[in-house]
């Protein structure tokens, strides 16, 4: 089904959409798909969206014993559980993102197949998702925070903010990039598993910036380690959050805001690549599913 | 119906709704689905031939107008669904080009867009949306929609206690409520009992003489050739004939 907004009387070829921007077209669709995919998701569910606060605060809970309190990380960090969960959910957001709008393409097969619709649809539609579901993590996040005396400062929000739209972006295109080569490879699957591992622990959730300094210097490898788009979102989400929970002598990273202005162009370059990937390979989709 | 070719003065209605030129499409068979069984591939392409092509249509053309139906007839193979995926934009051609004037519906398969979990008025909602509709203009149609598919008890059921036949009779009534200028229709005419056959029928030639353009693809010569003016007989990819649809019927009744 193609919707063509062009006059009557002009031709087009169908099936040639203007990728995300058609998307945005067609933004009630992907409300409707967006709550078909939280029905489906907790169908039969008694707890049902429920689940997306259970499972961070028991992934908060092990992780705030096994490297807060084993591991002594509360001694060195103050307000550690704030510390921990703010760079938990920013990289729960991204998984969730970034692994769901790989398995949009082939999870949606049916459509795909048999309707012509914009399909960077269904990537977008994986990011609203994923966004229904980091907003209760942030609502804990916001109060767990406000219990150790949370006091941010306006730039601290904004770059929370701005955390978020990296995050957001950097997500889309990787999404898209997997999304359309998911199709032809299924291998893309598995490969996506490991970048989410690497990005994981390679941003700083586990353990502070000044770790990676100590280990690594501040030359090549330090700049390399904070090209990582997620890094900056972390060390955003870090200041948003934390920092207007301790006394302010916790070093800062250096250039924290330019940095993340930087992995936001990265992010955006992320999302210029998949993009054009995704409609190179999108004519092919319908015979490979 | 006009059934010639264009003339050479064209007004703006005369303009067809779709147009078909030299169009081809092959397909690689026995796809590799992991880059494992491609990079052994790699390595074996000497020993097995590395390509299995198969050519699905091959300079294909024709026009359709306003208020035409045409009928796409051949046997299993022809490439008649592969046309009709083309048209709709779902697959993307390999030579030649299709253009289409205007909003298409393809009912390529009722009910695609269906989700066993959801209820039926749930469906009616997304299934219009992803059809082109917006939530204004379903609410209007909702009660159309409803009262067309003779299913109002069960429209808040969820879809996968449904029957085959309910399914089907709301995934029909919403897509012949949609209001495009193109309708693709493939084989989905044997929707339900032969009361509720009748209704669909009847609403195809209401769209017809609406002025909508229509392709057909059905194996009930029977029906096609009541419905439908105008047939394109194919075989094996390629146009055999394309005139009345009496003629092309008989023709593929030879054939068998």
């Known amino acids: ?289 | 119906m006009n059934m010639t070719s264009p003339t050479a003065t064209q007004t703006q209605t005369d303009l067809p709704r779709i147009v078909v030129s030299e169009l081809g499409k092959t397909f690689v068979l026995n796809h590799t689905h992991t880059l494992k069984d491609r990079i052994v591939k790699m390595f074996r392409r000497s020993a097995t031939p590395s390509k299995n092509v198969f050519t699905a249509l091959k300079d294909v053309g024709f026009e359709v107008r306003d208020g035409e139906a045409v009928a796409l007839l051949g046997l299993n193979g022809s490439g008649k669904s592969t046309l009709l995926k083309l048209i709709s934009g779902v697959m993307a051609p390999d030579q030649g080009e299709i253009l289409v004037r205007g909003k298409i519906a393809g009912l390529i398969e009722v009910g695609a867009g269906f989700h066993p979990d959801l209820t039926g008025r749930e469906n009616v909602f997304l299934n219009a949306a992803i059809l082109g509709m917006s939530e204004e203009q379903t609410k209007a149609k909702f009660d159309e929609i409803v009262e067309f598919s003779e299913i109002a008890d069960f429209i808040d059921t969820e879809v996968k206690f449904y029957s085959s036949g309910m399914f089907l009779r709301l995934a029909f009534a919403v897509a012949v409520h949609t209001d495009p200028d193109i309708f693709l229709v493939d084989e989905i005419l044997a929707v339900g009992d032969e009361p509720f056959q009748k209704k669909c029928l009847a609403r195809i030639r209401e769209l017809k003489a609406s002025g909508k353009a229509l392709v057909i693809v059905s194996h009930d010569l029977d029906m096609v050739s009541k419905l439908c003016d105008r047939a394109i007989l194919l075989r094996h990819g390629v146009v055999v004939s394309d005139g009345p649809s009496a003629e092309a019927v008989a023709a593929l009744r030879g054939e068998n």
Request: aromatic letters at 14%; zero cysteines; a positive charge.
């Open chain 1, 1 to 289: 089904m193609t919707t063509v907004s062009a006059g009557d009387d002009v031709f087009v070829r169908p099936g040639r959409g203007a990728g995300l921007v058609d998307v945005f077209r067609r933004r009630y669709l992907v409300k409707l798909l967006v709550r078909k995919e939280l029905r489906v998701r907790y169908r039969g569910s008694v707890l049902g969206l429920l689940w997306s606060y259970v499972k961070p605060a028991v992934q908060f809970l092990v992780f705030y014993f096994a490297v807060g309190v084993f591991l002594k990380m509360n001694d060195s960090v103050e307000n550690f559980s704030v510390y921990l969960f703010s760079g938990i959910v920013a990289v729960n957001f991204f998984s969730e993102a970034f692994g769901n709008a790989t398995r949009s393409i082939v999870g949606n097969s049916a459509l795909v197949k048999k309707i012509y619709l914009p399909r960077e649809l269904f990537p977008v539609s994986s990011l609203w998702v994923a966004m229904v579901h980091f907003f209760p993590q942030l609502l804990v996040l916001l109060v767990g925070a406000a219990i150790v005396g949370w006091r941010p400062t306006p730039m601290q929000l904004a770059g929370a903010v701005l955390g978020m739209v990296i995050i957001m972006v950097f997500a889309l295109g990787l999404g898209l990039l997997f999304g359309a080569v998911n199709v032809l490879f299924r291998d893309a699957e598995n490969i996506v598993d490991l970048i989410l591992m690497v990005v994981t622990w390679l941003s700083p959730v586990l353990y502070q910036w000044t770790n990676v300094t100590d280990a690594l210097g501040d030359g090549l490898a330090w700049r390399i380690y904070q090209a990582n788009p997620m890094t900056a979102a972390v060390n955003l989400f870090h200041w948003g959050f934390w920092y207007g929970t301790t006394d302010g002598t916790a070093p800062l990273p250096p250039d924290l805001l330019v940095m993340g202005l930087v992995s936001l162009g990265i992010a955006v370059a992320f999302l210029v690549v998949g993009q054009v990937v995704f409609r190179r390979l999108d004519g092919r989709f319908a015979q490979e599913l």
